[in-house]
């Protein structure tokens, strides 16, 4: 027992660290792909929706019975996910590695199934060869890598862990069969037969978990008739020496009980979890069909075979109650995928779609075998459909279904005519391959992809257990070519590392990863279209438009590429017409594309077209009824030309009823309250201060935790000089949303020249507890601190923003502390203040923006200036006149920095004329 325990251990150290090798390379990945809507925009794991909401909404946050619902239902998984955040908020490499341990958890669970149920001889060897295989596989980076696989993992393990706690073949004591026999030591069939018909023996079905129940019966030993009976005299005898080894009487039903919880948190932790019934059904037939097939017909009915037939029943009831509240949560509706994301679905032709789904099953298997050419993305026309039966690729998939269904017959001759060539391993092995597949498959319903790697990772356990299987059958069949067949399975493993460890940085970076499906797939649409996206944010504008210009080429239709390559063109004045072009061709290939109407709009804005604008947006209201932003932007325009009376009418009729009458304020909605706030706006440039102010109150009766409607009513309170109540209400709108503290910064710069130090003081408090590293902020709240007489306390205060400030980003910290200085007449420590400013400028690649160049380079002009005097009074005066003529040199380069720098074009006139 002891050497059991040590090799669990062992076993699974070796697992981890294997894994961990492996993978250790993504820990410092971001999150990519899918990772941003399932992981850092999903509401049900940001916390940023309401517990509940987990059970009634789907994978990537949408109500499930939405119409746009993907239907993926994994609540356990969102659960976990949400418990990471709460816990470590979005971190990914927190993330990152708790994928790797339920991975490496998942293969230590695969080498316990294998070594418990699947293989005899050499139980332990195969079993860890398979966690290794199973561990190391490359087509499982996807999964393992990409956060949003963790709904596999999770599956994987609850999936594992039914297996093993199921009871296969449980007597009627709750424990396993007893003896396992092998039928090669028997002396003939007849007393082989005799044997066990005597003795309840399980010839080829699965073996108890029990090791001290198992008996086998070896070559080496003796195998005699007299000498089993001598031990065994009978099947009463057998039940005596079982009932003193035997588990409570109640211990096979709660580990049934137990298995099917399991299997729920399978399912709902990834829908293929609800496959390890088919698995578990076809273990209890082989056990069924083996132990029928040596009892005599008179005892076909005896209690263990209805045990088995009972337990049959319970996971085919349990298996239909799960699919039938599945479909009752989806409300008995089926998803609805867009064509690219699975264009053989849409196909008219079932011929055309019969072939090509089957091709897509062996384009699976062929990443199972050779996981090479690996991809996160198979859409947008990677694998063009069979249109003709002549395609020769079709003669791949013949060949995949004849191996298949040959396997298959061979399996079930070999059992019924009670062969010893009958394998457990090859049947767990196609089982555990076979049924897992099925729901991705395509071929019984369409799905929302066309491959993804990621939901091989529960059939790829299958498909390990083969490849040992076999190898292991070569051992037996081949002695003298072990040694080759151990350099073998050396060299897979070793080949299995080095493809994950490549496929893993791939995952490592956004950039490696966007490349790394561009060599998988140039001709993917949507792999280009990521890409050229990726290169727009990194403001690679002239890579990025050929890249668009390809994604058009590749799928014509592709609204998204059209639409983001007219808003690269427009900033253009030469390709302005071009843009125009393509807003429009997006409009008509989707006409509900929101964003292609306000862009165009604001287009023609630009270009001073205000009524090709107007149309734009009126023909927007007309195709998308109900759509405010729409009505907005037109609303807006009118303002633009000063056409108030227009915008006045849109903002009531579109406000009227929802927001401005009756005391029923439900369909006043956000979108409702931002355009509310945008008439407020309007009225408070026609100067209608008091209409602004009643529209507010009643904006924020109606939602007190709008940020934005907050702020607009401290302003008007601010124009009425109510600092006090204009300040309070601007710290509800930083503590409601902290990204409003710009509009808290300007009002706290406008207190401090109001000379309102308290309320001023406030505020930028609140401004730099909501952003501690903007050192902007902090440098004008020493100026405040001077103002408010804590001279001492300000300029410790500056100095240690600017200690802070090493790339000298910042300009109000370096200017206030040098004019601290100047006060005090200390002209020579702010000329060494603002020289160490431009000389970390020099040191790094971070540059400050040139108006604010301009700037300091002025204040240090006035304190040069002002120390030359110094230093000419002193009688210096060739010192002081080198000073002057660095003040001046500095005047004119700021003036080149900035044109508009009006001060330094007065000081230096100043300096001119003395």
Same mark, same amino acid.
């Given at each position: 027992?002891l050497?059991k325990y040590?090799?669990?251990?062992?076993?699974?150290?070796?697992?981890?660290?294997?894994?961990?090798l492996?993978?250790?390379?993504?820990?410092?990945?971001?999150?990519?792909?899918?990772?941003i809507?399932a992981?850092?925009?999903?509401?049900?794991?940001?916390?940023?929706s309401?517990?509940?909401?987990?059970i009634?909404?789907?994978?990537?946050?949408t109500?499930?019975?939405n119409?746009g619902?993907?239907?993926?239902?994994?609540?356990?998984?969102?659960l976990?996910?949400?418990?990471?955040?709460s816990?470590?908020?979005?971190d990914?490499?927190?993330?990152?590695?708790?994928?790797i341990?339920?991975?490496?958890?998942?293969?230590y669970?695969?080498?316990?199934?294998?070594?418990?149920l699947?293989?005899?001889?050499?139980?332990?060897l195969c079993?860890?060869?398979?966690g290794?295989?199973?561990?190391l596989?490359?087509?499982?980076?996807?999964?393992?890598?990409?956060v949003?696989?963790?709904?596999?993992?999770?599956?994987?393990?609850?999936?594992?862990?039914a297996?093993?706690?199921?009871?296969?073949?449980?007597?009627?004591y709750?424990?396993g069969?007893?003896i396992?026999?092998?039928?090669?030591?028997?002396?003939?069939?007849n007393?082989?037969?005799?044997v066990?018909?005597?003795l309840?023996?399980k010839a080829?079905?699965?073996?108890?978990?029990?090791?001290s129940?198992?008996?086998r019966?070896?070559?080496?030993?003796?195998?005699s008739m007299?000498?089993?009976?001598?031990?065994?005299?009978n099947?009463?005898?057998?039940?005596?020496?079982?009932?003193?080894?035997?588990?409570?009487?109640?211990a096979?039903?709660f580990r049934?009980?137990l298995?099917?919880?399991?299997?729920?948190?399978?399912?709902?932790?990834?829908?293929?979890?609800?496959?390890?019934?088919?698995?578990?059904l076809?273990?209890?037939?082989?056990?069924?069909?083996?132990?029928?097939q040596?009892?005599?017909r008179?005892?076909f009915w005896?209690?263990p075979?209805?045990?088995?037939?009972?337990?049959?029943?319970?996971?085919?009831?349990?298996?239909?109650?799960l699919v039938?509240?599945?479909f009752?949560?989806?409300d008995?509706t089926r998803?609805?995928?867009?064509?690219?994301?699975?264009?053989?679905?849409?196909?008219k032709?079932?011929?055309?779609?019969a072939m090509?789904?089957?091709?897509?099953?062996?384009?699976n298997?062929?990443l199972l075998?050779?996981?090479?050419?690996l991809?996160?993305d198979?859409?947008?026309?990677?694998?063009?459909?069979?249109?003709s039966?002549s395609?020769?690729?079709?003669?791949?998939s013949?060949?995949?279904?004849?191996?298949?269904l040959?396997?298959?017959?061979?399996?079930s001759n070999?059992?019924?005519?009670?062969?010893e060539?009958?394998?457990?391993?090859?049947?767990?092995?196609?089982?555990m391959?076979?049924?897992?597949?099925?729901?991705?498959?395509?071929?019984?319903?369409p799905?929302?992809f066309?491959?993804?790697?990621?939901?091989?990772?529960?059939p790829?356990a299958?498909?390990v257990?083969c490849?040992v299987?076999?190898w292991?059958?070569?051992?037996?069949?081949?002695p003298?070519k072990?040694?080759?067949?151990?350099l073998?399975?050396?060299?897979?493993?070793a080949?299995?590392?080095?493809?994950?460890?490549?496929?893993?940085?791939?995952?490592?970076?956004?950039?490696n990863?966007?490349r790394s499906g561009?060599?998988a797939?140039?001709?993917?649409?949507?792999?280009?279209?990521?890409?050229?996206?990726?290169?727009?944010?990194?403001n690679?504008?002239d890579?990025?438009?050929?890249?668009y210009?390809?994604?058009?080429?590749?799928?014509?239709?592709y609204?998204?590429a059209?639409h983001?390559?007219a808003?690269?063109?427009e900033?253009?004045q030469?390709?302005?017409?071009?843009a125009?072009?393509l807003?429009?061709?997006?409009?008509?290939?989707?006409?509900?594309?929101?964003?292609s109407?306000?862009?165009?709009?604001?287009?023609?804005?630009?270009q001073n077209?205000?009524?090709? !604008?107007t149309?734009?947006? =009126?023909? %927007? @209201?007309?195709?998308? *009824?109900?759509?405010?932003?729409? #009505?907005?932007?037109? /609303?807006?325009?009118?303002?633009?030309?000063?056409?108030?009376?227009q915008?006045?009418?849109?903002?009531?009729?579109?406000?009227?009823?929802p927001?401005?009458t009756?005391?029923?304020?439900?369909?006043?909605?956000?979108?409702?309250?931002m355009a509310l706030n945008?008439?407020?706006?309007?009225?408070?440039k026609?100067?209608?201060?008091?209409t602004?102010?009643?529209?507010?109150?009643?904006?924020?009766?109606?939602?007190?935790?709008?940020?934005?409607t907050?702020i607009?009513?401290?302003?008007?309170l601010?124009s009425?000089?109510?600092t006090?109540? !204009?300040?309070?209400l601007? =710290?509800r %709108? @930083?503590?409601?949303? *902290?990204?409003?503290?710009?509009? #808290?910064?300007?009002? /706290?710069?406008?207190l401090?020249?109001r000379?309102?130090?308290e309320d001023?003081?406030?505020?930028?408090?609140?401004?730099i507890e909501?952003?501690?590293d903007n050192?902007?902020?902090?440098?004008?709240?020493?100026?405040?601190l001077?103002?408010?007489g804590?001279?001492?306390?300000?300029?410790?205060?500056?100095?240690?923003?600017?200690?802070?400030?090493?790339?000298?980003?910042?300009e109000?910290?370096?200017?206030?502390l040098?004019a601290?200085q100047?006060?005090?007449?200390?002209?020579?420590?702010?000329?060494?203040?603002?020289?160490?400013c431009f000389k970390?400028?020099?040191?790094t690649?971070?540059k400050?923006?040139?108006s604010?160049?301009s700037v300091?380079?002025?204040?240090? /002009?006035?304190?040069?200036?002002?120390?030359s005097k110094?230093?000419?009074?002193?009688?210096?005066?060739?010192?002081?006149?080198?000073?002057?003529?660095?003040a001046?040199?500095?005047?004119q380069?700021?003036?080149?920095?900035?044109?508009?720098?009006?001060?330094?074009k007065?000081?230096?006139?100043?300096?001119?004329q003395?």
């Amino acid at each position: 027992m002891l050497r059991k325990y040590l090799s669990d251990w062992v076993a699974f150290g070796l697992l981890t660290v294997t894994t961990w090798l492996a993978y250790k390379d993504v820990i410092n990945g971001p999150f990519l792909h899918d990772d941003i809507p399932a992981i850092v925009k999903n509401p049900d794991v940001q916390e940023n929706s309401r517990f509940s909401s987990i059970i009634w909404n789907d994978y990537w946050g949408t109500p499930l019975r939405n119409n746009g619902s993907h239907k993926s239902y994994r609540p356990v998984t969102i659960l976990f996910l949400r418990m990471i955040h709460s816990s470590f908020d979005n971190d990914p490499k927190v993330y990152h590695g708790v994928n790797i341990f339920l991975h490496a958890f998942a293969s230590y669970l695969l080498m316990k199934v294998c070594w418990s149920l699947v293989f005899d001889d050499d139980g332990f060897l195969c079993s860890l060869l398979v966690g290794l295989l199973f561990s190391l596989h490359p087509i499982h980076t996807e999964a393992v890598c990409g956060v949003v696989g963790c709904a596999e993992l999770l599956c994987a393990v609850f999936y594992l862990l039914a297996l093993l706690v199921y009871p296969i073949g449980s007597n009627q004591y709750g424990q396993g069969e007893i003896i396992t026999y092998d039928k090669k030591s028997a002396t003939s069939c007849n007393t082989e037969a005799k044997v066990e018909r005597n003795l309840n023996v399980k010839a080829s079905g699965f073996s108890s978990n029990n090791p001290s129940l198992r008996y086998r019966v070896k070559r080496k030993h003796d195998t005699s008739m007299a000498t089993i009976e001598e031990k065994y005299n009978n099947e009463s005898q057998l039940r005596k020496e079982t009932k003193k080894n035997h588990h409570f009487p109640s211990a096979a039903t709660f580990r049934m009980g137990l298995s099917l919880i399991l299997v729920l948190l399978a399912m709902l932790s990834k829908e293929s979890g609800i496959t390890v019934l088919a698995v578990l059904l076809t273990i209890e037939i082989l056990t069924g069909i083996s132990r029928c097939q040596h009892q005599e017909r008179k005892k076909f009915w005896n209690r263990p075979n209805n045990r088995i037939l009972g337990k049959c029943i319970v996971l085919l009831f349990w298996g239909i109650l799960l699919v039938l509240a599945r479909f009752w949560i989806m409300d008995w509706t089926r998803p609805i995928f867009a064509k690219p994301d699975n264009p053989t679905s849409v196909l008219k032709n079932k011929l055309t779609r019969a072939m090509t789904y089957s091709y897509l099953v062996w384009i699976n298997m062929k990443l199972l075998i050779y996981p090479v050419n690996l991809c996160y993305d198979y859409s947008y026309g990677t694998i063009p459909p069979i249109v003709s039966i002549s395609d020769d690729r079709n003669l791949l998939s013949l060949c995949l279904f004849l191996v298949v269904l040959g396997t298959i017959v061979h399996l079930s001759n070999n059992l019924f005519r009670n062969k010893e060539t009958f394998s457990k391993a090859g049947a767990m092995g196609y089982a555990m391959m076979i049924f897992p597949f099925i729901p991705a498959s395509n071929l019984f319903f369409p799905v929302g992809f066309v491959v993804a790697e990621r939901v091989l990772y529960l059939p790829s356990a299958g498909f390990v257990i083969c490849m040992v299987h076999f190898w292991h059958k070569g051992l037996n069949k081949f002695p003298t070519k072990k040694m080759w067949l151990y350099l073998l399975t050396f060299c897979v493993l070793a080949a299995y590392f080095c493809l994950t460890l490549r496929r893993t940085n791939d995952w490592t970076s956004k950039e490696n990863f966007l490349r790394s499906g561009l060599a998988a797939a140039p001709n993917n649409a949507k792999i280009r279209y990521n890409w050229a996206n990726f290169l727009r944010e990194n403001n690679r504008l002239d890579e990025a438009i050929r890249e668009y210009q390809k994604t058009i080429e590749l799928y014509p239709e592709y609204v998204s590429a059209i639409h983001n390559l007219a808003t690269i063109l427009e900033d253009d004045q030469q390709t302005m017409e071009e843009a125009e072009k393509l807003y429009a061709l997006a409009i008509r290939i989707q006409p509900f594309h929101e964003n292609s109407y306000r862009n165009l709009a604001n287009l023609f804005v630009k270009q001073n077209k205000f009524d090709h !604008a107007t149309k734009v947006l =009126l023909r %927007a @209201i007309q195709v998308i *009824p109900g759509e405010v932003t729409h #009505a907005v932007g037109l /609303a807006r325009i009118f303002v633009t030309r000063k056409q108030y009376k227009q915008a006045e009418k849109i903002f009531q009729h579109l406000l009227s009823r929802p927001c401005l009458t009756g005391t029923k304020t439900q369909a006043c909605t956000y979108e409702y309250q931002m355009a509310l706030n945008d008439y407020v706006e309007l009225l408070s440039k026609k100067g209608d201060i008091k209409t602004s102010k009643k529209l507010l109150g009643r904006n924020m009766e109606i939602n007190s935790t709008n940020a934005a409607t907050l702020i607009k009513m401290s302003n008007i309170l601010m124009s009425e000089g109510d600092t006090y109540a !204009a300040t309070q209400l601007m =710290l509800r %709108a @930083i503590a409601i949303d *902290p990204n409003q503290s710009n509009n #808290a910064w300007q009002q /706290a710069a406008d207190l401090l020249q109001r000379k309102r130090y308290e309320d001023s003081e406030r505020l930028y408090i609140a401004v730099i507890e909501a952003k501690p590293d903007n050192l902007e902020v902090q440098g004008q709240f020493g100026a405040l601190l001077w103002e408010k007489g804590k001279r001492q306390e300000a300029e410790e205060f500056l100095l240690n923003v600017t200690f802070r400030d090493l790339s000298c980003e910042a300009e109000a910290p370096w200017r206030n502390l040098a004019a601290i200085q100047g006060r005090e007449r200390r002209h020579k420590e702010a000329i060494e203040v603002l020289q160490t400013c431009f000389k970390r400028q020099k040191k790094t690649s971070k540059k400050m923006p040139h108006s604010k160049q301009s700037v300091l380079l002025c204040t240090l /002009a006035k304190h040069q200036r002002d120390r030359s005097k110094q230093i000419h009074a002193a009688g210096k005066h060739t010192t002081a006149q080198t000073m002057w003529k660095k003040a001046i040199q500095n005047l004119q380069e700021a003036m080149k920095l900035d044109e508009k720098n009006i001060e330094a074009k007065q000081i230096l006139k100043q300096m001119a004329q003395a």
